[in-house]
């Protein structure tokens, strides 16, 4: 039988957003992986703003779209797993992870050598994830899950494209975070099945640079509100064949 691969799982906080909760969810069901530890990094909830309240309102307007930031209790979902804090480094790595996903929205580089295959993570976790290419119509979305390798090398796991929904922001974002779990399933499984390079990380053929997001303001809020009147419009009079 094969040997679980060990994840610990990098959190803001024990109150986690619904899209990491689902996540974790799905990764209790693998028989393959064993949810060894949780790093609880002790950040304050980030405070709503402008964008916030937009993404809701969109929300709102489409009737059922789930919100990925509602909060839920990792405890409830982790009754038994043991909780560290940063501080706890020794202890983290006596657990001897392969894996530390990290979910995390806050700075995780520190982390990168408490895990045999480093920390794993997306390109782009924060709440203006999807907004700009809605914006500047961008016609496709993507999501890159890489490792931040022990050794400080950042290295591409899987990147998941898909076309950008158009009528709405929050729409386009709930989807990044569908395809956050589908790039993770994907390389947990490929690992598993040992299809892998001599590292141990699936296979990659580019380099990742971990960025964040530029900031989104009201100029940028009133900017999508406009493009998205004008679309509304152009479809309303545009002729019928």
């Known amino acids: 039988m094969t040997t679980p691969l060990r994840l610990g799982l990098l959190v803001d906080s024990l109150t986690i957003p619904a899209w990491v909760y689902q996540l974790t969810e799905r990764l209790l069901a693998l028989e393959t992986i064993h949810i060894a530890l949780v790093i ?73 050598q408490l895990a045999r295959l480093g920390v794993w993570t997306w390109d782009n976790l924060n709440r203006t994830t999807g907004f700009r290419e809605v914006l ?33 922001a929050a729409r386009n974002q709930n989807h990044y975070y569908v395809k956050t779990a589908s790039t993770l399933m994907w390389a947990l499984k490929k690992l598993m099945l040992d299809e892998v390079v001599r590292d141990g990380i699936p296979q990659s053929t580019e380099m990742a640079e971990y960025h964040s997001a530029p900031q989104v303001g009201r100029r940028e809020i ?18 019928k064949r």
């Open 40 to 112: 609880d990094a002790g950040y304050p909830p980030p405070v709503k703003n402008l964008l916030d309240s937009y993404l809701n309102l969109e929300r709102r307007l489409l009737r059922g779209l789930p919100n990925p930031f509602a909060p839920k209790n990792l405890r409830a979902l982790l009754p038994n797993t043991p909780i560290f804090s940063p501080s706890d480094l020794q202890k983290i790595q006596s657990q001897r992870l392969d894996i530390l996903i990290g979910l995390c929205s806050n700075d995780f580089s520190r982390f990168g």
């Open 222 to 239: 009133s900017a999508l509100i406009l493009s998205q009147a004008r679309r509304a419009l152009e479809k309303q009079i545009r002729p």
């Open 136 to 168: 500047e119509q961008n016609p496709i979305t993507t999501c890159t899950l890489f490792a931040q390798l022990p050794n400080g090398e950042n290295k591409t796991i899987r990147s998941a494209v898909f076309a950008t929904a158009w009528i709405s």
